[in-house]
């Protein structure tokens, strides 16, 4: 023997690591070898009426507490339990309040609200339908969790940005209010019905009464994503879904992005992802921008608010509640009913909410509702009728601005209740947004055709390379009462492009050659 090795045994225990060993021959392996493990992560708090599922999903069972899902020691002492589980709200707490490799030497506990985040995470746990690959039968399905999340962090970042990408996992965002961390979702009921708005704004209660619109252009709308997740049956390696409308790229064309399914193990939650986003930018089209007083507070970040604007209604369907008591409201100016069935009146109660009544009768500045508000509408609050012919939007608050004086700038988009349900179709045929047929406006004049016609035709550089680019301009007449038109551009007769609820006053179309004609038809 020519050389010797003492081996030591230690005691000491290093906390919060874990370590494997292997032993193979140097035979079979002249160098070391590339290895990769299956882990099944760490455990972390879970809801108090939680049971855990096979899948690591949450089944909820009684009513919710309030608290973490505790346990008494042999002492009597009671401490949270932990649970591996894949739900991500609860990891999201976990790295929101760890102090060891979270954020929870700056948030505790005490700062994150179990109860706004316990719908959430219902949401996330509740089983959809997917195609069980496993089957042999084509039509076969099977459920899965709605949002899972398993995944590795392996490297140090921005905790900001690590909390950021939990949260996208259920299409959340977070905020700091009221001295908690709060999160914001885009979801939907549980129960599959329509969400009702949180609350009212009208002429009357923001500044200037002055509603500003917008639109998105259509070239920053997708009509196909590739969405990246990691496969389990390809060594949980990136491997992509892709997710594509024919209908869009028919008018629009190949717009293409490319997306991370974070913590995604799942190839339908990944489509569902990009079904999700998708439909997000057909949707989108309208985004309103207002600034309110202290009304700004009544809604949050992710919560859909209503709007009744008298320049789009076309006459006056709302404005202040002077005085009222359970089944009479007594408005600031005389109320004119607009025509059409289903009178409804929308108030703001004393506790904040937002109640919906049916209109019995109307005289002057009194609107008596056929059955009793759950408590007396708030004095000064805001009030709107609506009827079969004129009714509320709703938008989905996506930014709210606190100006430093008193005054509030709220930002949001387009809500439609049926893009949950085309979000979560993942067996077959994609599901198409339902077409919004709710009348916001009591114009019924016949539309004034486009005038003052432009075209101007350019050369552009696209990928380094120059192209002509036509540019087609017009106006909406002289009583500017048209918002959408009609488009059909044909090039040579060959029918490129087919747009209709188009918002804009310009189009543009790229590659055209010399020789070609171009025709773009425009209608009201």
Request: aromatic share 8%; net charge negative; with cysteine.
């Amino acid at each position: 023997c020519t050389s010797f090795a003492i081996k030591n045994l230690s005691t000491t225990s290093t906390a919060n690591m874990a370590c494997v060993g292997l032993k193979f021959s140097s035979e079979a392996f002249p160098q070391l070898p590339t290895r990769s493990y299956l882990i099944k992560g760490k455990k972390v708090r879970i809801f108090s009426n939680a049971v855990p599922r096979d899948d690591g999903s949450l089944d909820f069972v009684g009513e919710f507490d309030g608290n973490f899902l505790q346990d008494e020691d042999v002492d009597g002492k009671t401490h949270d339990v932990l649970t591996w589980t894949t739900c991500p709200v609860c990891i999201f707490i976990d790295m929101l309040t760890n102090t060891t490799y979270g954020a929870g030497d700056f948030v505790n506990t005490e700062n994150v609200s179990l109860v706004d985040l316990y719908p959430l995470a219902q949401y996330c746990n509740q089983l959809v339908t997917v195609p069980d690959d496993s089957s042999a039968d084509a039509n076969a399905t099977t459920e899965e969790p709605r949002f899972a999340m398993n995944t590795i962090i392996g490297d140090q970042t921005s905790a900001y940005k690590v909390l950021q990408n939990m949260a996208s996992v259920f299409r959340g965002m977070t905020y700091w209010a009221s001295n908690t961390v709060n999160v914001g979702a885009d979801h939907g009921n549980l129960d599959g019905t329509d969400i009702n708005p949180v609350h009212l704004y009208n002429n009357s209660n923001v500044i200037n009464g002055v509603f500003s619109y917008s639109g998105t252009s259509v070239k920053t709308r997708s009509t196909k994503i590739r969405v990246n997740y990691n496969n389990p049956n390809n060594k949980y390696k990136i491997d992509q879904v892709v997710v594509e409308d024919q209908s869009l790229i028919t008018k629009f064309g190949v717009q293409e992005k490319e997306i991370v399914a974070f913590g995604c193990t799942s190839k339908y939650q990944a489509q569902r992802m990009g079904q999700y986003m998708l439909k997000t930018e057909e949707l989108d089209a309208e985004v309103v921008t207002f600034s309110t007083g202290l009304d700004g507070l009544f809604v949050l970040p992710g919560q859909v608010f209503a709007v009744s604007d008298l320049m789009r209604a076309g006459q006056r369907v709302g404005g202040r509640v002077s005085s009222a008591t359970t089944t009479v409201i007594t408005t600031d100016q005389t109320v004119a009913l607009p025509a059409g069935d289903n009178k409804k009146l929308s108030c703001i109660l004393s506790d904040g909410t937002l109640e919906t009544k049916d209109i019995d009768s109307s005289s002057g500045t009194t609107i008596t509702v056929s059955s009793a508000f759950t408590s007396a509408p708030l004095a000064q609050s805001v009030y709107v009728i609506s009827t079969d012919n004129v009714q509320k939007q709703k938008f989905r608050c996506t930014d709210i601005k606190d100006n430093n004086n008193g005054t509030y700038t709220i930002t949001g988009v387009q809500h439609n209740d049926s893009i949950y349900d085309a979000a979560d179709d993942t067996t077959g045929k994609p599901t198409d947004l339902e077409v919004d047929t709710r009348s916001i406006t009591t114009f019924d004049e016949d539309p004034q055709k486009p005038i003052d016609g432009v075209v101007t035709f350019l050369d552009v550089k696209k990928n380094n390379d120059t192209v002509t680019r036509g540019l087609f301009q017009w106006s909406r007449g002289t009583n500017a009462q048209v918002v959408k038109f009609n488009l059909e551009f044909l090039v040579n007769d060959d029918l490129k492009t087919s747009l209709t609820d188009y918002t804009a006053t310009t189009f543009e179309y790229d590659g055209l050659e010399e020789g070609q004609t171009a025709k773009l038809s425009v209608a009201s």
